[in-house]
Nanobody, 126 residues
Framework: QVQLVESGGGLVHTGGSLRLSCAAS????????MGWFRQAPGKEREFVAA????????FYTDSAKGRFTISRDNAKITVYLQMNNLKPEDTAVYYC???????????????????WGQGTQVTVAA
């Protein structure tokens, strides 16, 4: 059973940066395509970014392009989300997720990922 633990959230002001981390255990991270999602209060969980298990393909939602960068360190069994130029509308709980080989991780749907972390809160103050 894969376990994912996010960290790195916090309170920043508009224009600030945060780096979220997602540490995996119970599995081989290099076998999973990884994604980041977020859920703002009163809204549905939405896709933010994802990286294919070999690190070749990467996708971002439009609002993340140019500001967020997903990366992975398989040796440390950790996935990162570097977030720059943060805006108040980025405020949400951020979740990392792992997709098994064969799952259509690039679609960014919640059902396309098998394992989820508990989330980390990101708050961007104006």
């Amino acid at each position: 059973q894969v376990q994912l633990v996010e960290s790195g959230g916090g309170l920043v002001h508009t224009g600030g940066s945060l780096r979220l981390s997602c540490a995996a255990s119970g599995g081989t991270l290099s076998s999973y395509s990884m994604g980041w999602f977020r859920q703002a209060p009163g809204k549905e969980r939405e896709f933010v970014a994802a990286m294919e298990w070999r690190g070749v393909s990467i996708f971002y939602t439009d609002s993340a392009k140019g500001r967020f960068t997903i990366s992975r360190d398989n040796a440390k069994i950790t996935v990162y989300l570097q977030m720059n130029n943060l805006k108040p509308e980025d405020t949400a709980v951020y979740y990392c997720a792992a997709a098994l080989i064969g799952q259509q991780w690039w679609r960014g749907g919640l059902d396309d990922y098998a394992y989820w972390g508990q989330g980390t809160q990101v708050t961007v103050a104006a």
